[in-house]
């Protein structure tokens, strides 16, 4: 995980607008530059306290190949949402649950959220899959909170805990 670089957007636009990635997330941006765009605005919005966004770049790679962001829902921020999305050639190596266990981790221990939010797409099986080995608890669902493939479909809410996170001091589940 590191700081996105603007250099990042061809190989993110390449892998963040493929048809199996981009049904399960609200829309990326449209072109390199809209990415470029994007990554120059990240360092403004974390100043202000209501975004933090990484790149994930796996070993042996320059470029990232997914996001992990999380945008504050509450003053100071309380309560977050966690937001993420990776290449497919990646879903099954790993690099989803560690990237999102720093991201959490670092959430917890630095930025004191007290309440983390994410949302998974009924369908999305590896989504939900990897954000209840992370340790997240499902609350409920949001019914037809998401529109894909021409319709809405319901999102699956979990959550993490501080207390729960702090209290649990292994490394990402592998």
Known sequence: MRELRVSDAPS????????????????????????ERFIEWTPSERTTGKYI?????????QHACGV??????QPGFLRGELGFAVTPRLWK?????????LLLDFAFRQVRVHRVEARAAINNVRG?????????????????AFWQDNGFVDQA??????????????????
């Open 128 to 144: 939900n899959d990897a954000l209840k080995a992370l340790g997240a608890h499902r609350e409920g669902t949001l019914k037809e």
């Open 68 to 73: 992990f962001e999380l945008r504050s829902l």
């Open 53 to 61: 966004c990484y790149g994930a770049v796996p070993t042996n790679e």
């Open 12 to 35: 993110l636009y390449a892998e963040l607008t493929a048809p199996e990635v981009k049904r399960f997330i609200w829309a990326p941006p449209p072109s390199v530059a809209a990415f």
């Open 157 to 174: 809410l979990w959550a993490f805990l501080d207390r729960a996170w702090m209290a649990n001091q292994q490394r990402p589940p592998r």
């Open 93 to 101: 190596d790993g690099l989803f649950v560690e990237a999102a266990w």
